[in-house]
């Protein structure tokens, strides 16, 4: 936990201990507000500080991950370095490497078995929107986030390990700042809007597009 955790988890407590002394029921509906924000608080601190990642790589940009996740760059130092052989243990995917629309039932039925709460991060330019395969690649997926909702985007092809780490911090940020659950809903709206997202199978409409 870094200095600017602490000095806002102190700052939250100092508050609840000033509103205790005031009397009124007003006094009572802030203390609860911000006892509210402090669980909120720590709960979001122990899930970004504890991601286990899926040990799921499709192509080139896997390497990369492994890179990331060896002693050089030490994933672990942002408290994301256990990764897990099973979606029923882990709740961060990243999609690394080419996604095909082969691919793509698979991809989403490994994250619907993932528990809840969980996070995607697309990496490379291949999961963000078909990589080189954009135009001619037929059987490419145009973006993973045809089927599963993607919190943060490491460009590049294939990034280098410093990318992954900078799309796991952004991460951690939606975390902290519950912008995580705003990336959620409007996936959400945007797949009840258009039927042709996470059909199962994937439809020729989805291929088209």
């Known amino acids: 936990m870094n200095e600017g955790r ?8 100092h508050s609840i201990r000033s509103t205790s002394t005031r009397l009124g029921e007003s ?33 080139c940009c896997a390497i990369e991950m492994m890179a990331t996740a060896a002693s050089r760059f030490d994933m672990d130092r ?21 996604v095909t629309y082969k691919m793509g039932e698979r991809v989403r039925r490994l994250w619907h078995q993932m528990p809840e709460p969980k996070w995607v991060i697309a990496m490379g330019a291949c999961a ?21 909702p993607v919190d943060v985007y490491a460009p590049g092809c294939p990034p280098r390990p410093e990318s992954l780490l900078n799309a796991l911090i952004k991460l951690q940020d939606n975390i902290r700042t519950g912008r995580d659950r705003q990336i959620r809903a409007a996936w959400e709206r945007s797949r009840w809007s ?4 996470t059909t199962a199978p994937l439809t020729k ?5």
């Open 27 to 59: 006094a009572v509906a802030m203390r609860l507000d911000l006892m509210l924000k402090w669980a909120d608080w720590c709960i979001s601190t122990s899930r970004l500080n504890s991601l286990w990642p899926f040990s799921f790589g499709l192509a």
């Open 194 to 197: 258009n039927n042709t997202l």
């Open 205 to 209: 409409d989805v291929q088209n597009n």
């Open 128 to 148: 963000t929107n078909g990589g080189p395969y954009d135009l001619n690649g037929y059987h490419v997926m145009k973006g993973v986030d045809l089927v599963v």
């Open 78 to 98: 942002f408290g994301a370095g256990v990764f897990r052989a099973s979606p029923r243990q882990a709740d961060l995917m990243i999609v690394a490497g080419t």
């Open 6 to 13: 602490i000095e806002e988890f102190e700052d939250l407590l």
